[in-house]
């Protein structure tokens, strides 16, 4: 069972830029879609991006889109999601997370069976 650890969130200003980073431990992101998803307060779990395992084409959220960048090392190990012109609306805790969804399902959370702790990105105004 490959476990994730998110590293990276903090607290900046609008326009900023933060990069987060997940790791796998006990396995790898080999033969898993890779995505990020958030969740604000009172909201419920939203999809940012994913890269599926055979493809290098990630997909973004329409909100995402242009703004952040998604990324995978080649021995599957590591993922990184550099954010640029953040803003207020992108506070929250950022979560990767691994699973095997098909590819019309992989914008929702319950297709992803493994999680990271999450780690917090806050933008202030």
Same mark, same amino acid.
């Given at each position: 069972?490959?476990? *994730?650890v %998110?590293?990276?969130?903090?607290?900046?200003?609008?326009?900023a830029?933060?990069?987060l $980073?997940? %790791?796998?431990? /006990?396995? !790898?992101?080999?033969?898993?879609?890779?995505?990020?998803?958030?969740?604000?307060?009172?909201?419920?779990?939203?999809?940012?991006?994913?890269?599926?395992?055979?493809? $290098?084409?990630?997909?973004?959220?329409?909100?995402?889109? /242009?703004?952040? !960048?998604?990324?995978? !090392? $080649?021995?599957?190990?590591? +993922?990184?999601?550099?954010?640029?012109? *953040?803003?207020? %609306?992108?506070?929250?805790?950022?979560?990767?997370?691994?699973?095997?969804? +098909?590819?019309?399902? *992989?914008?929702?959370? $319950?297709?992803?069976?493994?999680?990271?702790?999450g780690?917090?990105? !806050?933008?202030?105004?």
């Amino acid at each position: 069972q490959v476990q *994730l650890v %998110e590293s990276g969130g903090g607290s900046v200003q609008t326009g900023a830029s933060l990069r987060l $980073s997940c %790791e796998t431990s /006990g396995g !790898t992101f080999h033969g898993y879609t890779a995505a990020w998803f958030r969740q604000s307060p009172g909201k419920d779990r939203e999809f940012v991006a994913a890269m599926k395992p055979t493809n $290098s084409n990630p997909f973004y959220a329409d909100s995402v889109k /242009g703004r952040f !960048t998604f990324s995978r !090392t $080649s021995d599957r190990k590591h +993922i990184s999601l550099q954010m640029n012109s *953040l803003t207020p %609306e992108d506070t929250a805790v950022y979560y990767c997370a691994a699973g095997t969804p +098909i590819t019309s399902s *992989l914008r929702y959370h $319950s297709s992803y069976r493994n999680w990271g702790q999450g780690t917090q990105v !806050t933008v202030s105004s």
